[in-house]
């Protein structure tokens, strides 16, 4: 059997979006180990590789506390209360990001992004079918909306410009989607 069992759960921190655990484990074969464990408050979120009839993408650029730099990343963010639905989630960030909204929406993937110590769950989407929205930035939000080549941007993912793993599956993804003829 390859399953822990969960003895205690320490709340070291609780902050906005994660609180900071540690958890005490006893291992299938009765020994006892510490893990991190962060978790979200909310569960995670939602986001969407948007695609125009012409293959391009609409990607943006934020700054990224975690990493201290920009990262160029498909619009997401965080349900607004538990129970949002993930294709919610997902039109309303690309409508609050880029101004647009989505007529269709293919749903990739539910994805943990760093299973290891981090239960963020986030699902993926491909916005396809576009129309005008509203752009809504949130408060201190601060985004630049890049208009790139499909391929360009799976180019960027190759070449180190884009490591956002929700973004870089769903840009494989739609490369996939597309040379099987389902999009």
Do not use: W
């Not at 005490?24 to 979120?45: A, K, R, S």
């Not at 499909?150 to 870089?168: C, F, L, P």
């Amino acid at each position: 059997m390859l399953m822990f069992k969960k003895m205690k759960q320490i709340l070291l921190s609780k902050g906005k979006i994660v609180s900071f655990y540690k958890d005490i484990l006893e291992t299938p074969d009765g020994n006892i180990v510490e893990y991190d464990y962060l978790m979200h408050n909310f569960g995670g979120g939602a986001g969407a590789l948007v695609v125009d009839e012409n293959d391009m993408t609409y990607l943006v650029k934020q700054y990224r506390n975690s990493i201290n730099d920009l990262s160029i990343e498909i619009p997401a963010g965080g349900y607004s209360f538990k129970g949002e639905s993930g294709e919610d989630c997902a039109r309303r960030e690309i409508e609050e990001e880029l101004g647009v909204k989505a007529n269709r929406m293919i749903h990739i993937s539910n994805i943990v992004s760093s299973i290891g110590t981090f239960d963020e769950k986030t699902d993926v989407y491909i916005a396809l079918d576009l129309e005008k929205g509203k752009q809504k930035l949130d408060d201190g939000e601060y985004i630049e909306i890049l208009k790139i080549d499909i391929n360009e941007a799976i180019n960027m993912v190759y070449n180190g410009k884009i490591n956002d793993s929700k973004t870089i599956i769903a840009l494989l993804a739609y490369r996939d989607l597309k040379y099987k003829g389902e999009i």
